[in-house]
């Protein structure tokens, strides 16, 4: 397996990332077969692994320190994030300096290692000050327990601001950025993608089967559910017009694949691989049949005639579905914001 730097950190990563999202309550609560789908992804060359503090609440972080403990952890780039609530104490979620140092404490004892080479901020927080943040990654870097740290779902303005900040306060920086990205969700391509390239960004997009769209289990006649259904409705409700038109595209993308010999989710996951931005997308796997499935993406290169048409089907830098983007601003969510005077 050929490695690739992971922007200008320095670290070399293997083309796919391996997701731990499905690892615990939110999908496999099977701890051995997570931990040997784990060991499998390893074997075949897999040397980055995303996990965070809120997945399955802690229980993931729990899974892949017992997947290191057997193996070299030191060959082994391990990625978390921290943002999300993780209980009912409204201090414990966000981007203060008090949460990030705390919760670091608590993944590094979750993951059972000494230290982390890419922390990330799962989501921007708008009532924090960005140097607040970077304060706190740039000692968690002085202290030796993360090696580099990014940002994940950040709106291109917002990393860039983040950079300028890091420059004027003398802090540390984000390296990488982990961005939503897909054929069906495409709205990075638009300023994400060129401003982290900019930087000399490594981008991690999650979700390259958007979200199981792309995974070969939708399309006409077929089953069209996703086991996330239930978490994000709005990604998925046929009733919901941007959805409707996911469902045409995949139908067509299905012949596509056909037509090139491939499977839906080599398709995707090679189309991801084709963006020069890109250092590593992160697969999900629930099941050892699904890693084996998209394993042998990085072996694909599609040429310019399958580009041109899924190009044809998603224009550059389109998102059919607002909700995709993974985040928006509060002044978009909340009216009393956008109103002077707010009843």
């Known amino acids: 397996m050929k490695y690739y730097s992971l922007g200008k950190t320095g670290i070399k990563v293997s083309?796919?990332?391996?997701?731990?999202?499905?690892?615990?309550?939110?999908?496999?609560?099977?701890?051995?077969e997570s931990v040997r789908i784990i060991h499998r992804a390893i074997d075949a060359g897999i040397n980055f692994i995303d996990t965070a503090d809120?997945?399955?609440?802690g229980e993931s972080e729990v899974i892949v320190g017992k997947a290191l403990a057997s193996k070299d952890r030191s060959r082994i780039v391990l990625a978390t994030k921290v943002h999300a609530a993780m209980g009912d104490?409204?201090?414990?979620q966000?981007?203060?300096?008090?949460?990030?140092?705390?919760?670091?404490?608590?993944?590094?004892?979750r993951l059972g290692v000494d230290y982390i080479d890419l922390y990330q901020i799962h989501r921007p927080d708008e009532s924090v000050d960005i140097d607040e943040t970077?304060?706190?990654?740039?000692?968690?870097?002085?202290?030796?327990?993360?090696?580099?740290?990014?940002?994940s779902t950040f709106p291109a303005e917002q990393i860039v601001e983040a950079q300028w900040v890091a420059e004027r306060r003398g802090r540390e920086r984000f390296m990488t950025e982990q961005p939503p990205y897909s054929i069906l969700v495409r709205g990075i391509e638009r300023d994400v993608l060129p401003v982290a390239q900019a930087y000399g960004m490594g981008v991690i997009p999650w979700s390259p089967l958007a979200g199981g769209w792309l995974s070969g289990k939708f399309g006409e006649g077929k089953e069209n559910k996703s086991r996330r259904a239930e978490r994000m409705p709005a990604r998925y409700d046929l009733n919901?017009?941007?959805?409707?038109?996911?469902?045409?595209?995949?139908?067509?993308?299905?012949?596509?694949a056909d037509e090139a010999g491939l499977s839906m989710v080599e398709l995707a996951l090679a189309f991801v691989l084709e963006h020069?931005?890109?250092?590593?997308?992160?697969?999900?796997?629930?099941?050892?049949?699904?890693?084996?499935?998209?394993?042998?993406?990085?072996?694909?290169?599609?040429?310019?005639?399958?580009?041109?048409?899924?190009?044809?089907?998603?224009?550059?830098?389109?998102?059919?579905?607002?909700?995709?983007?993974?985040?928006?601003?509060?002044?978009l969510v909340k009216a009393k914001l956008r109103r002077r005077h707010y009843r």
């Open 240 to 256: 919901e017009p941007g959805n409707q038109k996911k469902l045409e595209v995949v139908t067509a993308l299905s012949k596509l």
């Open 94 to 109: 966000g981007n203060s300096r008090r949460w990030i140092i705390a919760e670091c404490e608590n993944s590094l004892r």
């Open 276 to 331: 020069p931005a890109v250092s590593a997308p992160i697969i999900g796997p629930r099941t050892m049949e699904q890693l084996e499935s998209q394993l042998r993406a990085p072996e694909i290169i599609l040429d310019a005639g399958v580009l041109d048409r899924i190009d044809e089907l998603v224009p550059p830098g389109t998102n059919f579905n607002a909700a995709d983007a993974g985040w928006s601003p509060k002044v």
């Open 15 to 32: 083309p796919l990332c391996l997701g731990a999202m499905m690892f615990g309550a939110w999908g496999n609560p099977d701890h051995d």
């Open 89 to 92: 104490d409204p201090n414990s």
């Open 134 to 151: 970077l304060g706190a990654l740039s000692d968690l870097v002085h202290q030796g327990k993360i090696r580099t740290f990014g940002s």
């Open 54 to 57: 809120v997945y399955s609440a």
